[in-house]
């Protein structure tokens, strides 16, 4: 089954960058659906960026639009999320989903998704 790795998690101050990365591997041809979700304690897990992979469509929630960026490098496996201008709020431990060609996630919720990472922890001081 396909396996997924993040990481690039950190500490970082309010209004510094990080970026994540998850590399898939194993039966990749069959991802069609990747995505960033994230879960900060207490509360439920939330869909922050997710692409179509054969098309490159992005979606973003709406509190990350214009701070965060989702891409893909298909040469490597590897889907990114460049987090700039960070808040505490932003605070989480991020995960990357991968769903298959036939299969229907949500676009921006955690349901449906077929493939999860173990997880990188961002943590945002102010």
Do not use: H
């Not at 309010?14 to 069609?32: V, W």
């Not at 995505?35 to 960026?49: D, I, L, T």
């Not at 214009?66 to 987090?83: C, E, H, P, V, W």
């Amino acid at each position: 089954q396909v396996q997924l790795v993040e990481s690039g998690g950190g500490s970082v101050q309010a209004g510094g960058s990080l970026r994540l990365s998850c590399a898939a591997s194993r039966y990749t041809y069959s991802i069609y659906y990747m995505g960033w979700f994230r879960q900060a304690p207490g509360n439920e897990r939330e869909g922050v960026a997710t692409i179509y992979t054969p098309t490159g469509t992005t979606y973003y929630a709406d509190s990350v639009k214009g701070r965060f960026t989702i891409s893909q490098d298909n040469a490597k496996n590897t889907l990114y999320l460049q987090m700039n201008s960070l808040k505490p709020e932003d605070t989480a431990m991020y995960y990357c989903a991968a769903a298959r060609r036939g299969e229907a996630p949500g676009i921006l919720s955690p349901r449906g998704w077929t493939y999860w990472g173990q997880g990188t922890q961002v943590t945002v001081s102010s």
